[in-house]
């Protein structure tokens, strides 16, 4: 069993900032790529931000310059700052992985999500 738990979420007023984390945990093997996504209420779910196991990053356009995505490899971790929140960033936030377990894979695994809202 591999399992991916999002934390961080919550209310922020406009301008604040909030760190998600995201801990990998179960018979992981390695973990490849890694990802940030959210869906927003009647949209579709978009990728934010992505890392791969070297460390090379990319971002949405929108959170360019204000969110940054980390990962801690020896502890499965992944985060996501984000910094000068906006009222559009409201959203469930989706933790990805691309992992083998210890049997197989790579597999396609995501979290259960966590909410943030920014809103004054």
């Known amino acids: 069993q591999v399992q991916l738990v999002e934390s961080g979420g919550g209310l922020v007023q406009p301008g604040g900032s909030l760190r998600l984390s995201c801990a990998a945990s179960g018979e992981i093997f390695s973990i490849n790529a890694m990802g940030w996504y959210r869906q927003a209420p009647g949209k579709q779910r978009e990728l934010v931000a992505g890392?791969?196991?070297?460390?090379?990053?990319n971002y949405a356009d929108s959170v360019k310059g204000r969110f940054t995505i980390s990962r801690d490899n020896a502890e499965n971790t992944m985060y996501l700052q984000m910094n000068s929140l906006k009222p559009e960033d409201t959203a469930v936030y989706y933790c990805?992985?691309?992992?083998?377990?210890?049997?197989?894979?790579?597999?396609?695994?995501w979290g259960q999500g966590t909410q943030v809202t920014v809103s004054s």
């Open positions: 890392i791969t196991s070297g460390g090379s990053t």
């Open positions: 990805n992985a691309d992992l083998r377990n210890r049997w197989s894979g790579p597999y396609d695994y």
